[in-house]
């Protein structure tokens, strides 16, 4: 009997664990979105993909390719509560530095 609460244990774990990474993806992708069509003014129909990770440094990342720039990512996060773009970089291969980004931001100090 007591097997069968442990395994229920993990099982609702597992499910917590899932379902909060599963929202905080969907949130954070939305958040990104509405960043780059509400303060950026891009249209939706500009974006191509918004796609979120939750990964290692930062935890979460949001990388995004536009359509006129197929072959280029752009990623994002939140921090101190703003949607900032923290890097760039081509979607195959490596970036030799000789690229001109498109969308790449301006840092604002």
Known sequence: MKKYGVAIFIVIILATVWMLSNYTKSHTQNEVFNYLV?????????????ETQIGKAPLVSTQVI???????????KKEQGKIIQYSQAPVKGVDDGAYS?????KKSS
């Open 101 to 105: 980004y498109k969308h790449k931001e």
């Open 38 to 50: 509400k303060i950026q003014g891009y249209k939706p129909s500009e974006i191509y993909s918004v």
């Open 66 to 76: 536009f359509k006129d720039e197929t072959n280029a990512r752009y990623f994002y």
